[in-house]
């Protein structure tokens, strides 16, 4: 399995709206395609607003391919990025999952 992980930056008043857009764009187009094993995100404060991390997790390299095409180490945006005012990470990190332990959440 494939972690591909993705970071930005946003105004602190835009981390709500933002990880709203994220959900409906980014993750809703990445979880329906064939390899897609799951996401998760993380938000942190930091001094100029939030931090946002998304990892996905994938199958293969192969089918990152279908969600971000050939230049997988490209970050995908999206049109409306700019709304949030957010600052992209232009570069995403794919890491091979060689462990995963997860517990019950709460």
Known sequence: MIAREWKCRCPKHQTEPFLRYLRETGIAESSV?????GAQVFVREVEQGS??????FWESLESIEAFA??????????????????????????????????GEVG
Request: cysteine-free.
């Open 33 to 37: 395609l064939p390899g897609y094993r």
């Open 51 to 56: 931090e946002v991390t998304l990892i996905t």
């Open 69 to 102: 095409g050939k230049a997988i180490g490209k970050a995908k945006l999206y049109p409306e990025d700019d709304k949030y005012e957010i600052v992209p990470d232009l570069v995403v990190r794919h890491y091979e999952v060689v462990e995963q332990h997860i």
